[in-house]
């Protein structure tokens, strides 16, 4: 028999309903049925831990391909990837893929006419240091059509997405800039109830602007943390 | 024929700098993703040639039965002899069964929503009580249209007496336990998912909520 260590919370208010209608590719790709309660036993608390080994040379920067440098505006983004009781998640592996500064994708779904850059490939790695905190450099993506309605834009974002320490707690998420005016009318933006939608903005950060280089933003990241309760004698459970 | 109108939505300011912290939303992966996410040896949770290799076939069906051909598939579970390399695991770390064994693997669909992955077959579990969890593989499904990922499991066929007491199969009914096992076929198993099904006794396969 075995003594597990203190579960993950499931969050509330924070994530979209399986069913959005107004996000159309919804409709024949959510479940139905109810779902089940799995509880969180030894392979929901632990989980792939991937660090450094997964990140090749140069794949923090995503401004310099191919043997030139990408168009656009150079951007620094950083934050801290942090568990739900606001512990620092150190050496965990953040990838990250996005447009170019068009808002075209390198990919071949991706047929809209605006140009591809020879120069921006458009995915990233990074890992966080001890403190949880993780920084990468590329450029703003631009804004894109796509067809879910009537002249339906999506706000520029980064493609975000984590392992954290346990299969519980994977995150694949979207970044998205300060003021951005296409959210409005973006379904997957506003999929997430509202109290919670300012979690995926970044802020503008002028402390991490490098002058004569890039503007800086940061996005912090939250995962799911263990249960309250147990938080409070988290003491105990160092040994 | 005219267009679906554009919703609109009231767009609330906020700052995650100066409220308290919450957890970050789930957001789609988009149509997108094979930009970032594959890796070459992404579905191989077991190397070339590690004793007792096989092949999960996972297909995944959408509610019009369609193949989803974007899907990406993850799969974590076990070593052969049912542990893991995982601090959190209260037997202790130690080196996975056979060498080289990952437990992680992340594979894309083909055009016939069916992705690979390469593996061993997992053991049986302890639980905190006197039962163990049956051999099993924790699957996640990615895509287009899902704003989260669905999380549910795969269950092996020879495993009928373990599968009687699983915890997890036991608060399932007969019919729902079915669909998570999946089929012996030459070089592993083959498994398909169905991600929607309005009738209650219809062809959907139960997900989970962790």
Same mark, same amino acid.
């Given at each position: ?10 969050? %509330? ?94 990919? %071949? ?9 020879? @120069? ?15 920084? @990468? ?45 296409? @959210? ?56 | ?15 995650? =700098? ?9 957001? =789609?992966?988009?149509? &997108? ?85 390469? =593996? ?62 999946? =089929?012996?076929?030459?070089?592993? &198993?083959?498994?398909?998912? &169905? ?16």
């Amino acid at each position: 028999m075995l003594h597990l260590p203190p579960r993950y919370q499931r969050p %509330t208010g924070v994530n979209a309903p399986a069913d959005f209608a107004d996000y159309k590719t919804t409709s024949l790709r959510h479940p139905k049925q109810p779902l089940k309660l799995l509880p969180q036993r030894l392979t929901e608390l632990t989980g792939p831990v991937f660090g450094e080994d997964r990140v090749g040379a140069g794949e923090n920067d995503l401004t310099i391909a191919n043997g030139g440098e990408a168009q656009g505006q150079r951007i620094v983004v950083h934050g801290r990837v942090l568990d739900g009781d606001g512990k620092p998640v150190p050496h965990t592996l953040l990838e990250v893929w996005q447009a170019n500064a068009g808002g075209r994708y390198r990919h %071949t779904g991706d047929n809209w006419p605006a140009p591809l850059d020879p @120069f921006f490939n458009g995915l990233g790695r990074c890992v966080t240091d001890a403190n949880g905190h993780y920084s @990468f450099t590329t450029v703003k993506p631009g804004a894109y059509p796509w067809m879910n309605h009537d002249n339906a834009w999506r706000p520029a974002h980064i493609h975000f997405s984590l392992f954290g320490t346990a299969f519980t707690q994977r995150l694949v998420t979207q970044m998205y800039f300060p003021d951005d005016p296409m @959210f409005f009318q973006d379904p997957i933006y506003n999929a997430v109830p509202e109290e919670a939608r300012h979690r995926m903005v970044s802020v503008f950060d002028y402390d991490a602007t490098v002058p004569n280089w890039a503007l800086g933003f940061r996005f912090d990241i939250v995962l799911r943390g263990r249960n309250a309760s147990v938080f409070e004698n988290e003491e105990d459970h160092d040994d | 024929m005219t267009e679906k109108p554009a919703p609109i939505y009231p767009v609330v300011p906020g700052d995650f =700098t100066t409220t308290p912290f919450g957890v970050t939303p789930s957001q =789609t992966v988009g149509p &997108y993703w094979h930009i970032g996410l594959p890796w070459t040896d992404g579905p191989d949770a077991a190397p070339e040639g590690a004793d007792g290799r096989i092949t999960l076939a996972i297909t995944v069906i959408d509610g019009s039965r369609a193949p989803i051909s974007d899907v990406m598939i993850e799969t974590w579970q076990a070593d052969a002899l049912g542990r893991f390399n995982h601090p959190d695991d209260p037997r202790g770390v130690v080196e996975l069964t056979p060498a080289g064994f990952r437990g992680f693997a992340r594979s894309a669909a083909d055009s016939t929503g069916t992705a690979l992955v390469n =593996t061993v077959k997992p053991g049986a579990l302890p639980t905190e009580s006197e039962v163990e969890e049956a051999p099993h593989v924790n699957v996640s499904v990615f895509a287009r249209g899902m704003l989260d990922r669905l999380v549910t499991r795969l269950y092996f066929p020879e495993d009928t007496d373990a599968h009687a007491v699983d915890p997890v199969l036991s608060s399932l009914t007969e019919r729902e336990r079915a669909k998570l096992v999946a =089929t012996k076929v030459d070089g592993g &198993y083959s498994w398909t998912v &169905y991600v929607q099904d309005a009738n209650a006794d219809g062809v959907e396969t139960p997900f989970f909520e962790l």
